[in-house]
């Protein structure tokens, strides 16, 4: 484990975010970093100046859109969904290649973090007025948070770690403790969350000077995702049946305190009709929508990274990145027809001869995540911005042009691209740490896999909202639907996760936590059928198909993939194993 000599934690992150709370008087005193103990720690003001430092820790763009793995290091971004099987971008982890490192970057900066969160809570036992310390104690909870949320990034990426529950200095026997196991961390992690969602304010409370702050809602969404996760771990791992139904259980009850609370609503302005998904990623406060929608009208974000095109850019150049970036024929078929059947059962479906008949009659999702052959799109360049927002004759004249698919995979994607004018790296829109959305999908998964069943009043409390919420005439997922279809429940639950959270950072470790990573990644990476469709003439290189094809006529990215049973987990860097003897590697390292 890194170790760590400073005596103080370090504030100064914490004022880098100063823009997303009130400000703080103590600002413009000294340095907080050089303040003693004997003049810190004071009032309920000092603990929300520390705890603001803790809110730079939230996972943001540059940990899933962007992967900079450097290969000595392993300082890369474990949750990106460059690593998955949907992304088309060649890269070592989505090969399972990748090897076992000297030190890791997401490991040291995990201790460090942990490390001023301890700080903090250790302070809690200071002497104080009982009113004192009621005032403080949401600021206490909010370290609970991120010490949960920290701890379940550990488990996420290496399973059992040290566990480590105050600020060790050089001397703490603590630096060679050995690593805890998944159930200690995940104990830990669900004692935090349950300790701090009984401190924490509801949305409604919190006032317009501290939006952003941690709810007690997204504590509970947050607990809501840890125990489905673990959950699912120990289940499909033939773990004890007791352990992981409990951890199910408590996914359940607390997803259904979020949907409970009426706290949040999902994103679904008539004014921009089945267009909704696409511009809540883009939201800002200029002028980033047809419809002028700000931020303000955004009620399905329980928790997120906050940005701003005036103060806080998110500085990644998020738009030329990931528009006309490539997608997976596997991404792409995971679109359900209008009426509620996948492509393989829909007599709704037109087929691939088409460079734009796949795209007819599908889930709206899809025309708003994907670029479609020949339509027009805009971006951030100028020209290319939109310029009326009314798709009429000058919109359109002030476009990028028609869209040319023939390139990467045939298919690509358009999340997360402005259509706002703006230099590159300027966009302002916030990343959704936590959303409604995901609580209801969390919802219904609980349910099916602790039951091996779901009712459709559960259905619809919960994944039909999502489903239908910009397909309002697509059939509701249902079990009758499954039924008569031949279709299978728990793909069902698992497709609407996929396509609804694809981008967000979930692919990877839902594969993981399934165990279907050993079927899933190892699949050639396909783009669109060639053989025998418009493809073919449209799409030649030197007198050729792109790529080779498979046996179906699909064009064949990337082939020899795999993936072994130890790519389930990170190695430990051996750095630390040096360092602390009593460190156990993870199998197959």
């Known amino acids: 484990m890194k170790k760590i000599t400073f005596k103080y934690i370090s504030f100064i992150a914490g004022i880098l975010v100063w823009f997303q709370f009130s400000c703080n008087k103590n600002v413009d005193l000294k340095p907080i970093n050089e303040i003693s103990d004997a003049d810190y720690w004071k009032t309920a003001e000092q603990y929300k100046l520390a705890a603001n430092e803790f809110y730079t820790y939230l996972i943001s763009f540059a940990q899933v859109l962007y992967d900079p793995f450097a290969a000595n290091t392993?300082?890369?971004?474990?949750?990106?969904?460059?690593?998955?099987?949907?992304?088309?971008?060649?890269?070592?982890f989505s090969n399972g290649t990748n090897p076992s490192v000297t030190t890791d970057g997401n490991w040291n900066s995990a201790y460090t973090r942990l490390r001023a969160i301890n700080y903090l809570l250790s302070k809690d036992s200071a002497d104080m007025s009982n009113t004192a310390r009621s005032e403080r104690l949401q600021y206490v909870a909010e370290a609970k948070f991120f010490r949960a949320y920290v701890y379940f990034d550990l488990l996420q990426q290496?399973?059992?770690?040290?566990?480590?529950?105050?600020?060790?200095?050089?001397?703490?026997?603590?630096?060679?403790?050995?690593?805890?196991?998944?159930?200690?961390?995940?104990?830990?992690?669900?004692?935090?969350?349950?300790?701090?969602?009984?401190?924490?304010?509801?949305?409604?409370?919190?006032?317009?000077?501290?939006?952003?702050?941690?709810?007690?809602?997204?504590?509970?969404?947050?607990?809501?995702?840890?125990?489905?996760?673990?959950?699912?771990?120990?289940?499909?791992?033939?773990?004890?049946?007791?352990?992981?139904?409990?951890l199910l259980d408590?996914?359940?009850?607390?997803?259904?305190?979020?949907?409970?609370?009426?706290?949040?609503?999902?994103?679904?302005?008539a004014a921009l009709g089945d267009s909704a998904l696409k511009y809540l990623f883009i939201l800002e406060d200029e002028k980033s929508n047809p419809a002028g929608i700000g931020k303000s009208g955004n009620k399905e974000y329980i928790l997120a990274n906050r940005f701003s095109f005036s103060l806080r850019q998110i500085r990644q150049?998020?738009?030329?990145?990931?528009?006309?970036?490539?997608?997976?024929?596997?991404?792409?078929?995971?679109?359900?027809?209008?009426?509620?059947?996948?492509?393989?059962?829909?007599?709704?479906?037109?087929?691939?001869?088409?460079?734009?008949?796949e795209f007819t009659n599908r889930d709206n999702r899809m025309r708003y995540t994907m670029m479609i052959d020949s339509n027009y799109y805009w971006d951030n360049e100028n020209p290319g911005a939109r310029s009326t927002w009314l798709g009429d004759a000058a919109d359109i004249a002030s476009s990028r042009g028609r869209h040319n698919a023939a390139n990467g995979t045939g298919y690509q994607n358009q999340k997360?691209?402005?259509?706002?004018?703006?230099?590159?790296?300027?966009?302002?829109?916030?990343?959704?740490?936590?959303?409604?959305?995901?609580?209801?999908?969390?919802?219904?998964?609980?349910i099916f896999e602790r039951n091996g069943s779901i009712s459709n009043a559960d259905l619809d409390k919960s994944l039909n909202k999502v489903r239908n919420r910009v397909n309002k005439t697509m059939p509701k997922l249902s079990n009758e639907l499954v039924t008569t279809n031949n279709l299978d429940m728990r793909t069902e639950i698992r497709r609407e996760r996929t396509?609804?959270?694809?981008?967000?950072?979930?692919?990877?470790?839902?594969l993981k936590r399934w165990k279907t990573a050993e079927t899933e990644m190892p699949m050639d990476v396909l783009g669109v059928k060639w053989k025998g469709t418009r493809w073919e003439s449209r799409w030649l290189v030197n007198g050729k198909a792109p790529y080779n094809l498979d046996a179906n006529g699909n064009l064949i990215f990337e082939g020899s993939r795999q993936w072994a049973e130890k790519n389930y987990l990170l190695p430990i860097p051996t750095q630390q194993i040096q360092l602390n003897p009593n460190l156990t590697q993870n199998p197959g390292w």
């Open 74 to 92: 392993n300082a890369g971004s474990p949750h990106s969904d460059i690593r998955s099987d949907l992304v088309a971008q060649r890269n070592v």
């Open 158 to 246: 290496f399973g059992g770690v040290p566990v480590i529950t105050r600020p060790l200095d050089i001397n703490s026997p603590e630096l060679q403790t050995p690593r805890g196991t998944r159930e200690q961390v995940v104990d830990l992690i669900i004692k935090d969350l349950e300790e701090a969602i009984a401190f924490l304010p509801l949305e409604s409370a919190i006032n317009a000077a501290n939006k952003g702050r941690i709810s007690k809602g997204a504590a509970q969404a947050f607990l809501g995702r840890v125990t489905l996760y673990e959950g699912s771990w120990q289940k499909f791992r033939n773990g004890n049946a007791a352990r992981y139904n409990a």
């Open 250 to 269: 408590k996914s359940i009850a607390a997803s259904d305190s979020v949907i409970a609370s009426n706290q949040y609503q999902l994103f679904a302005p």
């Open 317 to 357: 150049n998020v738009t030329h990145t990931w528009v006309n970036s490539a997608l997976s024929k596997k991404f792409v078929d995971m679109f359900l027809a209008q009426d509620g059947l996948p492509v393989n059962k829909s007599s709704l479906f037109q087929g691939y001869a088409m460079t734009r008949s």
């Open 416 to 446: 997360w691209g402005t259509e706002r004018r703006m230099n590159d790296n300027e966009e302002g829109y916030d990343w959704p740490v936590l959303r409604l959305a995901e609580v209801y999908l969390n919802y219904a998964e609980a």
């Open 499 to 510: 396509i609804e959270l694809f981008l967000e950072g979930f692919r990877m470790d839902d």
